[in-house]
C-alpha cells in the first residue's frame, strides 16, 4: 500500500509499505476512506516532536471503514464507518479512568498514531484499542462532515471544555487556522456574550464571521489587538482566552489581552519555548491552563455534529488523491492558494 512515511527532519516521502496485520486481540484494521493533513505533523516534519519514531507512517486525522477486528474487540464489527481518535488510550489506568486520556500510561497510550506508531496517511491502519480509539459515524453524517471530529474538533471540544466559559463572557482565540476554527465552533456552544477572533490572515477572518462563530475580526497587523479589546470590554479586557496560533509573540499576547482573574488556556504546539513574566503580569491573578487534547468526547462530538450544532465542512477547501500527497503537502505547509483543510483519498 501507499504511505507517507517520516525518515528524518524534513524529509517525508511517500512510498509502498506493507499493509498491517493484528497484533493484540484489542486491535481493529481500518480501511481509510478519507484523511487529512494536520499542522502537527509538520511539527513532525520539522523535527519539533522529539517522540516521532523515523520510519513510521504519519497522520492522525482520518476516518475510514472497519476491515477486521481482533477478538478482543466488542464495540466494532467488519463494515463500521468509524471516526479514528488521535489518541490511543487503555481505559483502565490511573489517567484513563480520570478522563485524562492524552496522559494513558501504557507504551502506545496518548498521540502515538502518527508519531510512535504507523498513523493513517496510508490505505489502511492498525488502530490499538480499538473499543476505546474508534467511533461509529451517524449514516446522517457524511465523511467530510465526521474528518476532523478525532483531532482538531476534538482538541477545540476540549479547549472550550476546560475555559470555564460563562454566558455573556468577552472571549478571544488567537488564531483562525483550522484548529482555531475549531475552537471557536466550540465556544459558541457555551453561549458567551461576545467572540473575538485575531490572525493575520483577512480571508480567514472573514470566514470566522461568515460562518457566524466569531462576531470581531481583529488583524495585529493592522490593528492593536490589546488595545482593540480593551474598547470592546470597558477596559478590562478578555474573560477568557484561547491560545491556537502558537506564532513568536501570540502567547505574550495571550496574557496581555486577558482581565486580571481570567482564564487563558493555551492549545497551541510551539516549536520554541515560551517565557512566562511573573513580574510583568503580577497582580493580574491570572489562571493558565495548558496541556495536549485529552481527546475521548468524539461520541458527543459526532452527535452535536448530527444536530447541526457543529459543522466544519468548509475547512476542507482542497482535495487531493494520497499519490500527489506530497504535493499536498508543499500547499498546505507553505499556506498557497489559501488553503485551510486537505481532503485526501487514498
Known amino acids: 500500500m501507499k504511505a507517507v512515511v517520516y525518515h528524518g527532519v524534513n524529509d517525508f516521502r511517500l512510498e509502498d509499505r506493507p499493509e498491517p496485520d493484528l497484533v493484540e486481540s484489542t486491535d481493529a484494521i481500518v480501511k481509510v476512506t478519507l484523511a487529512s493533513i ?27 471503514q472497519v476491515c477486521e477486528v481482533g477478538a478482543g474487540v466488542k464495540k466494532f ?19 484513563c ?36 480509539g474508534l467511533t461509529k459515524i451517524p449514516d446522517a453524517v457524511t465523511n467530510e462532515a465526521a474528518l476532523f471530529t478525532g483531532d482538531i474538533l476534538s482538541t477545540g471540544y476540549w479547549a472550550a471544555s476546560i475555559g470555564e466559559i460563562h454566558p455573556a463572557d468577552t472571549v478571544v482565540v ?4 483550522p484548529t482555531g476554527m475549531c475552537t471557536l465552533e466550540c465556544v459558541k ?15 480567514r477572518l472573514e470566514l470566522a464571521l461568515k460562518q457566524g462563530i466569531a462576531d470581531v475580526g481583529l488583524n495585529p497587523l493592522t490593528t492593536d489587538v490589546e488595545m482593540a479589546i480593551r474598547s ?14 502558537g506564532g513568536k509573540n501570540t502567547f505574550e499576547l495571550a496574557w496581555k489581552v486577558a482581565r486580571p482573574n481570567a482564564i487563558v488556556c493555551v492549545v497551541a504546539l510551539y516549536e520554541e519555548p515560551q517565557v512566562i513574566p511573573l513580574p510583568d503580569m503580577y497582580g493580574k491573578n ?6 495536549g487534547v485529552d481527546a475521548s468526547k468524539c461520541d458527543d462530538i459526532l452527535k ?20 500527489n500527497i506530497m504535493d499536498a503537502y508543499d500547499i498546505f505547509e507553505h499556506k498557497k492558494e489559501h488553503v485551510i483543510k486537505f481532503a485526501i483519498e487514498p
Open 232 to 245: 470592546l470590554t470597558e477596559g478590562r479586557g478578555a474573560d477568557v482566552v484561547f491560545e491556537v496560533a
Open 97 to 132: 479512568k480520570r478522563g485524562f486520556v492524552n496522559n494513558c500510561t501504557h507504551k502506545h497510550g496518548g498521540w502515538a498514531l502518527g508519531c510512535r506508531i504507523d498513523g493513517g496517511q496510508a490505505e489502511y491502519v492498525r488502530v490499538p484499542f480499538a473499543d476505546n
Open 304 to 323: 452535536l455534529i448530527e444536530a447541526g450544532k457543529i459543522h466544519t465542512e468548509y475547512l476542507i477547501t482542497h482535495h487531493a488523491k494520497l499519490e
Open 286 to 291: 491570572l489562571t493558565f491552563k495548558t496541556g
Open 38 to 64: 494536520c499542522s502537527s505533523d509538520i511539527h513532525i516534519k520539522h523535527g519539533a516532536v522529539p517522540r516521532a519514531v523515523p520510519g513510521i507512517i504519519v497522520g492522525h486525522e482520518f476516518v475510514g
Open 189 to 203: 456552544l457555551y453561549g458567551p456574550g461576545k467572540v473575538v477572533v485575531v490572525d493575520t490572515d483577512e480571508s
Open 174 to 177: 488567537l488564531g483562525a487556522g
Open 77 to 95: 464489527k467488519s463494515g463500521d464507518r468509524v471516526a479514528v481518535n488521535v489518541e490511543t488510550f487503555c481505559g483502565e489506568c490511573f489517567f
